[in-house]
């Protein structure tokens, strides 16, 4: 069987519109530490468990430290947040967080998850996080997508 490239498969998977998180957590020095990422999806309503998958590097270095991590889905007017948290920084940008007693919440989220990890599933460079949510909230808003390697809005 031949294999397809990854551009291909790249620009397949564009093909699925998603929505777009934060993965944040606090790294061994108590520091806010995210990254961006549209692979998110319930799994169950009873217990309520989330899955994420995280890409190797410092986030997941400290979601393995923390045993825990928050997952913040985005409002349709944050595609700086988004861009930050990807690496491509817009210049004089800061997101802002608001106060928790657990993991770090973005001020803009439009839905919060706080999960503690069940399980682990490490996938070529990436690890799928299987795990329980012990917190959530929620405002209605529009929600940020990602199409075709394109961030949209839903338009209603």
Do not use: W
């Not at 985005?74 to 700086?80: E, I, K, Q, R, V």
């Not at 928790?100 to 490490?122: H, R, S, W």
């Not at 990436?126 to 949510?133: A, E, M």
Request: with cysteine; aromatic share 10%.
């Amino acid at each position: 069987m031949e294999q397809i490239s990854s551009a291909d498969f790249r620009l397949a998977a564009s093909r699925f519109t998603t929505g777009v998180t934060v993965i944040t957590s606090l790294d061994q020095s108590e520091n806010i530490v995210g990254m961006t990422a549209n692979s998110f999806m319930s799994v169950s309503m009873s217990p309520p468990t989330v899955l994420v998958s995280v890409m190797n590097g410092r986030t997941l270095d400290a979601i393995e430290h923390r045993g825990s991590f928050s997952i913040n889905i985005l409002p349709a007017a944050a595609t700086d947040i988004s861009r930050h948290f990807s690496g491509n920084s817009v210049p004089g940008f800061t997101p802002g967080f608001e106060e928790t007693k657990g993991m770090p919440k973005l001020q803009d989220a439009i839905a919060y998850f706080e999960c503690n990890i069940d399980q682990y599933l490490v996938v070529a460079d990436h690890t799928l996080l299987i795990s329980r949510v012990k917190n959530c909230s929620y405002k209605d808003a529009q929600p940020l997508v990602f199409f075709s390697s394109q961030y949209h809005n839903l338009g209603y």
